[in-house]
C-alpha cells in the first residue's frame, strides 16, 4: 500500500509520528515547527504544515531564523535532548541565518531539526532568486555552510532520497553522542513533487535512548585510582543533566565524601548548599572549588568536554593530576590524557558508587563557610539607594526566584558572575549556554524553555549589548502568550569585553555604546537608546528600577504577571563582581606602540603559568 503525497507533506507526516523513549518514558521527538517562509518553503513545507494542521504538527512563528533555533534548542535541553523542534527556512539568507544556532546545537550536543529550503533540483532557470553561483562547482549551495556545523546533513535531491536519509536524521537525533543541529536541504521543487510513499514510513516508530554501562575493567581501574586517592575531586558536567543523573551523583558523592565542583553546563548539578557543593569550577569558579581542583591528586570528570574555562586554559590542575572522564561520547572521554570511562553518566555513576562501597575519601575541608560570605556580600541586602551592581542585580534574582523557575543567560559578563554566585536550587535552574556563549541566545531560548516547562517562570537576563543583537523573539512571546520575563541589565556597551579590552592593554577600544569624541574615539556621553522603551514598543510588560530596592520589587511584579515582561535596570560598573580565582588565556600582543599594550603584554608573561603535559594513566 502506498499513499501519494508531496515530500514535504511526507517529511511532516513522518515526524509527526516519531517518539523517542528512555527509561520507559516516550516523548515525541519532534514537537513542533518553527518557521519563516519565503518562496523557497513556503509552496512545500509550509504548505504541508497547512495540510497536517496543529494536532499533527503544531507550528510556531518566528521573525528571525537564527533565533528559531536558540528556540529550538532552549526547548530540547529542557526536555534534556529526548523531545526537540524542528526550523523551516526559506532558501538563501533564511537558511544562512541558521548557520549559528546550527553551532550552537552541535557544540552543545542538543538536537535540532534545520529544514533550510534550497536551489532548484530540476534547474528550469538558474540562478533562483537568492541562489549563490559558485562557477567551479555547480551543486554547491549556501546550505552547504551548514556542513562543517551540523551532525549529520543531506540533500534532498529527489524523492526517493527521502525516507532512508530520514531514518539517519532521527538516529543522529536521538543519539546523545551523535546529536547536535540535523540538517536535510530541501530543494524547492522537490518539497513540492508527489511521490507514492510506501506506508510502512508512516507507522509509528520508537527510537530508544540507551544507557550505556562503561566497561567492567574500566570502571575497576577507575574505582581503583579513586580509592587511592588522597584528595579526589568530581567535576560535573552538562552531561549529568542530560543523563538526568543528579541523584545519582549525590548518591556517590554522598556515599565516599568526594566533593564536587561544577562547570557552566553542569551547574546546579548539585543543590548549592549541598555539604559536598564546591560552586562553579575553573576561570569563573568558586575559591573552595578552585582550591579542591588545585589539590586534587585524582579527578572525576562527568560529561563535561574540559574547555578552557573548567581548566583555567590548562593551569588548574596539579600536573600530575590523573583523571577519569565519565562521558557517553568517547571523543570526551579519552581528554585529559585520562582514563575513559564511556558510557551513560547515570548508568556510570551508579556502577561507580557499586564500585566504591564502603570506601570514604580522606576528609578535605574547603572553605565553603567563606565563599558564602563572598557571594552574601556581593548581593548586599537589597536595600541600596543607587544604581544596583551586577552582583546584586543577581542577588535581587536570587531573593525573587523561586525553586523550580530558570535563569537563562548565555554571554557578556553575567555568566561569569552567575558560574562564581548563582545558588542553584533545582537541577534545571541555571540554564546559561557557555558551550558557544551566544549572544542573542536569552530571549528565544527562554521561550523554548517555557514551551518545554509550562509550569516553570522563566527569566532571560540579557546584557544591553545581548537585546539590541537579538531582541526579535519579544513578538513571537507576545504573540503567542508565552509569559517569560526579559531582564535587561543597561551598562552601555559591551562591559564584559571592555574589561577584557583593558586586561589586554586594548584600551576598551570600540567596547562601550557612546558618542564619538571629538578625537574620533566612542568615548564621548552614553547613547541615549531607551530599551525600555524599546521593549514596551513591541509588546512587553515593562518595569523599570533605578535601585536594588525597587529591582526586588520589579522582578517580583514580572514574576507575578501573567503577561511577558520585562525588568529594565541601569547597573553600576564602577562595582564588578569577585575577580576570577583562576587564570584564561588570553594572548596580548608581543609588539605594539602603545605603552597600555606594552604593560600589559608584560604582566601576561609574568602572569602565564607553565604549560605542561599531563601522564598517560
Ligand atoms: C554573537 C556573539 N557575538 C560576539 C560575541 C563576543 N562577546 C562576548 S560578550 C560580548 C558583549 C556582550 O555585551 P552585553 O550583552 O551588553 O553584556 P555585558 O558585557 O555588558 O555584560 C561580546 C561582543 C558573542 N559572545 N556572541
Ligand atoms: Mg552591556
Not at 513545507?45 to 521573525?63: F, I
Not at 543528579?246 to 556515599?255: G, S, V
Request: charged share 20%.
Amino acid at each position: 500500500m502506498s499513499t501519494r503525497l508531496t515530500v514535504a507533506q511526507a517529511l511532516v507526516r513522518f515526524l509527526s509520528v516519531q517518539f523517542t523513549e528512555r527509561d520507559g518514558v516516550r516523548h515525541r521527538t519532534v514537537a513542533g515547527t518553527w518557521g519563516i517562509f519565503g518562496h523557497g518553503n513556503v509552496a512545500g513545507v509550509g504548505q504541508a504544515l497547512l495540510e497536517a494542521g496543529p494536532g499533527a504538527m503544531p507550528y510556531h512563528q518566528g521573525r528571525n531564523e537564527q533565533a528559531m533555533v536558540h528556540a529550538a534548542v532552549g526547548y530540547a535541553r529542557t526536555r534534556h535532548g529526548l523531545s526537540t523542534m524542528a526550523c523551516t527556512t526559506s532558501i538563501g539568507p533564511g537558511a544562512t541565518n541558521l548557520v549559528t544556532g546550527a553551532a550552537l546545537a552541535t557544540v552543545n550536543r542538543v538536537p535540532v531539526l534545520l529544514l533550510p529550503g534550497d536551489v532548484f533540483a530540476t534547474r528550469p532557470a538558474d540562478p533562483v532568486l537568492q541562489q549563490l553561483e559558485v562557477p567551479w562547482a555547480y551543486d554547491v549551495t549556501v546550505n552547504d555552510a551548514l556542513r562543517p556545523v551540523s551532525r549529520y546533513f543531506d540533500r534532498i535531491w529527489r524523492p526517493e532520497m527521502l525516507p532512508a536519509s530520514l531514518l539517519q536524521a532521527m538516529r543522529a537525533l536521538t543519539d546523545p553522542v551523535a546529536t547536535g543541529a540535523v540538517t536535510l536541504a530541501l530543494p524547492q521543487d522537490v518539497q513540492a513533487e508527489a511521490y507514492d510513499w510506501p506506508d510502512e514510513l508512516f507507522r509509528e516508530r520508537v527510537w530508544h535512548v540507551r544507557r550505556p554501562v562503561p566497561d567492567a575493567a574500566a570502571l575497576a581501574e577507575a574505582a581503583a585510582l579513586l580509592r587511592g586517592a588522597r584528595r579526589p575531586l568530581i567535576v560535573a558536567g552538562g552531561g549529568v543533566r542530560i543523563s538526568e543523573a543528579a541523584p545519582a551523583l549525590a548518591e556517590l558523592a554522598t556515599a565516599t565524601g568526594i566533593p564536587v565542583a561544577e562547570t557552566q553546563a553542569g551547574k546546579g548539578s548539585l543543590p548549592w548548599d549541598h555539604p559536598l557543593a564546591l560552586g562553579g569550577i575553573g576561570h569563573t569558579g568558586s575559591a573552595p572549588a578552585d582550591a579542591a581542583a588545585r589539590a586534587a591528586d585524582a579527578v572525576l570528570g562527568v560529561g563535561t568536554r574540559w574547555t578552557d574555562f573548567t581548566t583555567a586554559s590548562g593551569s588548574l590542575f596539579a600536573p600530575d593530576a590523573r583523571f577519569v572522564s565519565l562521558n557517553a561520547a568517547s571523543f570526551d572521554g579519552h581528554k585529559m590524557a585520562g582514563l575513559a570511562l564511556v558510557g551513560d553518566a547515570r548508568a556510570g555513576l551508579t556502577a561507580l558508587t557499586t564500585e566504591l562501597t564502603g570506601h570514604q575519601a580522606p576528609p578535605a575541608a574547603y572553605d565553603t563557610a567563606g565563599w558564602r560570605a563572598v557571594t552574601e556580600a556581593a548581593f548586599g541586602d537589597g536595600s541600596g539607594d543607587g544604581p544596583p551592581s551586577q552582583s546584586e542585580v543577581i542577588g535581587a534574582l536570587d531573593a525573587v526566584l523561586h525553586e523550580r523557575d530558570v535563569l537563562v543567560n548565555a554571554a557578556g559578563s553575567m555568566p561569569g558572575d552567575l558560574h562564581k554566585l548563582w545558588r542553584s536550587r533545582d537541577v534545571e535552574q541555571y540554564h546559561v549556554e557557555y558551550g558557544f556563549s551566544c549572544m542573542g541566545y536569552e530571549i528565544p531560548a527562554a521561550i523554548g524553555v517555557r514551551l518545554a516547562a509550562p509550569d516553570r517562570e522563566v527569566f532571560a537576563l540579557v546584557g544591553d549589548g545581548t537585546y539590541l543583537m537579538l531582541p526579535t523573539e519579544v513578538v513571537t512571546a507576545v504573540q503567542e502568550g508565552v509569559p517569560i520575563n526579559v531582564v535587561i541589565v543597561q551598562n552601555h556597551g559591551y562591559a564584559s569585553i571592555g574589561g577584557l579590552s583593558q586586561q589586554v592593554g586594548a584600551e576598551r577600544f570600540g567596547t562601550a555604546y557612546r558618542f564619538r569624541a571629538p578625537d574620533g574615539s566612542f568615548t564621548g556621553e552614553p547613547l541615549p537608546v531607551d530599551l525600555a522603551a524599546n521593549a514596551a514598543s513591541l509588546g512587553l510588560e515593562v518595569f523599570t528600577a533605578t535601585t536594588a530596592k525597587e529591582l526586588r520589587a520589579a522582578l517580583t511584579a514580572a514574576r507575578e504577571s501573567p503577561r511577558p515582561t520585562a525588568v529594565h535596570v541601569v547597573t553600576d560598573p564602577d562595582r564588578p563582581g569577585p575577580p576570577a580565582e583562576a587564570w584564561w588565556d588570553v594572548p596580548v600582543a608581543e609588539v605594539s606602540t602603545h605603552p597600555a599594550t606594552r604593560e600589559a603584554r608584560t604582566a601576561y608573561d609574568g602572569a602565564r603559568p607553565t604549560p605542561h603535559t599531563r601522564p598517560r594513566l
